[in-house]
């Protein structure tokens, strides 16, 4: 079935836990190992932490491959499901227009990490 993508099922035993799940807030971010360098789009509901997670190499990851550890763009959201789907349109986005989304927001490309603490 080309063209198709799978759906992502959530079981929810308690119509309530959705909704909670729901109003946490998120974050999309952007991870670079140099401007115009390799790309990862990620999203969570802790910033700092996961940001601090991807820059020790806490876990096998794309972006401990690649030695991608600065942040160069981050948007807040007001709930994580939201973050989530932000982050599945971004991933699918060409480089370019990722690179133009960076640029427009931090044009010279600084690791915004720091800000964060």
């Known amino acids: 079935m080309a063209g198709l993508v799978p759906a992502t099922h959530v079981f929810v035993a308690d119509p309530l836990c959705l909704s909670q799940i729901a109003n946490?807030?998120?974050w999309v971010y952007i991870m670079t190992n140099k401007p115009n360098g390799t790309l990862y789009v990620g999203a969570t509901a802790d910033l700092t932490?996961?940001?601090w997670e991807h820059?020790?190499?806490v876990a096998d990851s794309f972006t401990k491959k690649y030695g991608l550890k600065r942040l160069v763009y981050a948007e807040r959201h007001?709930?994580?499901l939201a973050?989530?789907?932000r982050e599945m349109n971004l991933k699918h986005w060409p480089p370019a227009w990722k690179v133009r989304l960076i640029h427009r927001d931090n044009p010279d490309w600084d690791d915004?990490?720091?800000r964060l603490l």
Do not use: M
Request: aromatic share 6%; glycine share 12%.
């Open 24 to 26: 946490v807030g998120g």
């Open 49 to 51: 932490r996961r940001v």
């Open 55 to 57: 820059r020790e190499d």
């Open 78 to 80: 007001d709930d994580i």
């Open 83 to 85: 973050a989530k789907q």
């Open 112 to 114: 915004l990490y720091d």
